[in-house]
């Protein structure tokens, strides 16, 4: 008989019906994509989505921003929540704001325990450079990150792993964050002539069916909107 799971939705319209309803629970997922792309806006509707929608608290950890550049980023995409989610504790948000007032070992011992002791059911890490920071050892990044992601499971914890990667289409830049998690979203930028447009991949996504078509998205009010019935002109048979 089947067992029947309720997937965490994102939140993000659109992404949901590419994921079949959303993402299955305890599922670590990469967010890939070069600069601009939307990864950060992706992890804020996330989370804020989770805490106003669907009353599941969120954890952000967005390493490069500070707690008012985030709150501004999130009013500048009508995001108008977003203050008093984090006010009321719905959203806890760790920022450079927490890193900058501790020492290195400080701070790494310092998210393991937030992690371990948070009441969040989902969580986004903003970036995974934050490991690359700690960590320019290949082997000891590698080991701290599965424990770090050990944890986030056996605490059920729905997460997004924000990741910079230079090429996402046609050719693929393949890390080691993307065999290790259980689910890969690639954004990016696909051109056709001087035409630009923004574009939304699912590859990989562990338990569960998914769309694995490419298709457009665009960045507004509200921030992103996913079109899962639409063509990427610059990828169209014609283009
Ligand atoms: N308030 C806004 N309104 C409309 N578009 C925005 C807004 N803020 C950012 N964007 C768009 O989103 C892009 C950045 O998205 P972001 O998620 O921060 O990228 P990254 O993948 O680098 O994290 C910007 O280049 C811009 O095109
Ligand atoms: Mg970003």
Not at 4 to 12: C, R
Request: charged share 20%; proline share 5%.
């Amino acid at each position: 008989m089947a067992h029947s799971v309720s997937f965490v939705k994102t939140g993000v319209p659109g992404a949901d019906t590419m994921l079949n309803g959303g993402i299955y629970p305890g599922s670590a997922v990469l967010i890939s994509g070069p600069p601009g792309s939307g990864k950060s806006i992706l992890g804020m509707q996330f989370v804020y989505a989770g805490a106003r929608e669907y009353g599941e608290s969120g954890l952000m950890m967005a390493i490069e921003e500070t707690d008012m550049s985030l709150s501004e980023y999130a009013a500048s995409l009508g995001l108008s929540e977003w203050d008093s989610l984090v006010k009321r504790g719905a959203i806890s948000i760790v920022t450079d704001d927490y890193f900058s007032r501790l020492d290195l070992p400080g701070s790494l011992e310092g998210i393991m325990n937030i992690v371990t002791h948070t009441s969040a059911t989902r969580m986004v890490l903003d970036s995974m450079n934050l490991f690359k920071y700690y960590f320019p050892d290949d082997m000891d990044r590698r080991r701290y990150m599965l424990k770090f992601i050990r944890i986030l499971k056996r605490r059920g914890i729905t997460s997004l792993f924000v990741s910079e990667a230079m090429e996402v289409f046609p050719r693929m830049e393949l890390t080691d964050e993307m065999f290790m998690s259980d689910g890969n979203i690639n954004l990016f930028l696909s051109r056709a002539g001087n035409n630009v447009e923004r574009c939304f991949w699912v590859t990989k996504m562990r338990r569960q069916s998914f769309n694995m078509k490419i298709v457009p998205m665009s960045i507004g009010v509200g921030g992103i909107e996913v079109y899962p019935e639409a063509i990427p002109y610059s990828l169209s048979p014609e283009a």
